[in-house]
């Protein structure tokens, strides 16, 4: 009789412990279904005239995103932009010629990073020389200053301010008390009864864009999330720390879907989401990519950059047209034999061809971030006149900084698809863009037009 109640007893528990795990799957697989629905809406191209999602002839698109502390001399600065930005002889052979950018500090020691109140002769010249000519592109915080304080934040913004020196993206360091991250990066620059507060004047001074420590293993942002998401982490070369790492990515997937905060950004991979400081502002937050197989953060090195931005993963960005800001310090090149690891410059050179073939569009991080932004929130419209396609743009609809008139330098890489790129027109308003590029057919057999005004390079 025992026996028998006793069995009944876990008949049910077991019943109701699977109704409950197919009720959390069934909840899970609904909010999945609905993220790839609002991803195919976004960035659905079908229709006779439709916008591209990235600039013509690219199928992804991305930026390697490198944090200054590690490079401690203007003159490795100097030589790794070289490398990155021309096609000119350096100790490592010919540039790559790239659009990529580097960060900077207001302060810190000389162990750390060179940095613009460094008082070393030329310093803060370079950065500024830079900055202007948007190779350097975010603000790595203020710096490694222990004793940092908002006094120290008035003078930096005023240094930049009179020089007219601008950016528009900030990146967390360390832990630093100027940090704007909490739970990551444990910052309290945002806490308004800190004397570390600044987050008022910094975003007053121009900052749009916060990395406030989020990084992810998954290859690609703002592309729809399948099974392949998370087997793409997978390493057979590692397989134990890959399986691990495949399962620590895929448990902030699922925490996220139940609303766990610390991992909301893993809920759909988006490369950017609305976030609130602590003070009340918004911002948008942006996630950063580094997959090497010892775990989160470990491969943001000189050396480690190449098992990163990889052929593989570079194949598997191509096939699902994705955007990815990778996660590095260009400057951690202590185990190198030269200012930037022999692996890195093959895995370098290999990216560059990927741009030279139209494959992956590879920019800075500032541009790479207010393209999506522009490009997500562009108000337009098409009519046709005759036998031609007219299209409007009217406004970017900003829902943080508030909408506004694009000029044509917010409107950069901004691509069409249409009927006839011969027969097309582009106007702001009632202003016609007379410089556009028309596209001959692209990987999708499909004609387009381009905004694009190219500018020389530093």
């Not at 991305?62 to 200054?68: E, K």
């Not at 790595?140 to 940092?148: A, I, L, P, Q, R």
């Not at 990519?289 to 950059?305: C, E, M, P, Q, V």
Request: one cysteine or more; proline letters at 3%.
């Amino acid at each position: 009789m025992k026996s028998k109640r006793f069995r009944k007893t876990l008949y049910i528990l077991l019943l109701s412990f699977a109704v409950v795990i197919l009720a959390f799957a069934s909840i899970y697989l609904i909010n999945i279904y609905n993220i790839d629905r609002s991803y195919y809406q976004a960035y659905n191209a079908e229709g006779k005239v439709a916008l591209r999602k990235f600039p013509y002839p690219y199928r992804a698109a991305m930026t390697i995103c490198s944090d200054i502390d590690g490079t401690t001399t203007k003159e490795e600065f100097l030589e790794i932009q070289k490398f990155l930005n021309t096609k000119e002889e350096t100790s490592m052979g010919e540039g790559v010629g790239l659009e990529i950018g580097n960060s900077f500090m207001m302060y810190a020691p000389p162990t750390c990073a060179f940095s613009y109140f460094s008082g070393n002769p030329g310093s803060a010249q370079i950065i500024g020389k830079f900055i202007k000519a948007g190779y350097i592109d975010f603000l790595h915080s203020y710096g490694e200053k222990d004793d940092f304080t908002r006094k120290d934040a008035i003078k930096a913004i005023e240094e930049l301010n009179n020089n007219q020196y601008k950016v528009d993206v900030w990146v967390d360091h360390a832990k630093t008390p100027d940090n704007l991250g909490d739970d990551r990066t444990f910052g309290l620059g945002d806490h308004p009864g800190s004397i570390a507060y600044h987050s008022d004047l910094t975003l007053a001074y121009g900052i749009k864009f916060v990395w406030l420590g989020r990084v992810t293993t998954v290859i690609g942002q703002s592309v729809p999330i399948t099974l392949k998401t998370f087997s793409s982490v997978y390493d057979s070369r590692h397989p134990v720390q890959s399986l691990i790492n495949m399962g620590k990515e895929f448990a902030k997937n699922v925490l996220a879907v139940f609303g766990n905060k610390k991992y909301a950004m893993h809920k759909n991979y988006d490369l950017i989401r609305i976030a609130k400081l602590d003070d009340g502002q918004k911002a948008y937050e942006f996630l950063r990519f580094d997959n090497y197989w010892k775990g989160i953060a470990t491969g943001a090195t000189s050396k480690r950059l190449a098992y990163v931005i990889s052929k593989q993963t570079l194949e598997r960005l191509k096939k699902i047209g994705g955007y990815m800001v990778v996660y590095t310090h260009l400057g951690k090149n202590s185990d190198c034999s030269q200012v930037i690891a022999k692996e890195t410059q093959i895995a370098l050179r290999d990216l560059a061809s990927e741009y030279e073939r139209g494959n992956i569009y590879v920019t800075t991080t500032s541009k790479l971030l207010n393209y999506y932004l522009n490009h997500k929130y562009l108000n337009w419209s098409y009519e046709t006149k005759g036998d031609e396609i007219i299209i409007t743009i009217s406004s970017v609809e900003d829902p943080v900084f508030g909408s506004f008139v694009p000029t044509i330098q917010h409107l950069q890489g901004i691509t069409f698809y249409v009927p006839d790129k011969d027969k097309t027109r582009i106007y702001i308003n009632n202003k016609e863009i007379t410089n556009i590029q028309r596209n001959p057919p692209d990987y999708e057999q499909r004609e387009s037009v381009t905004i694009w005004k190219r500018e020389g390079k530093a």
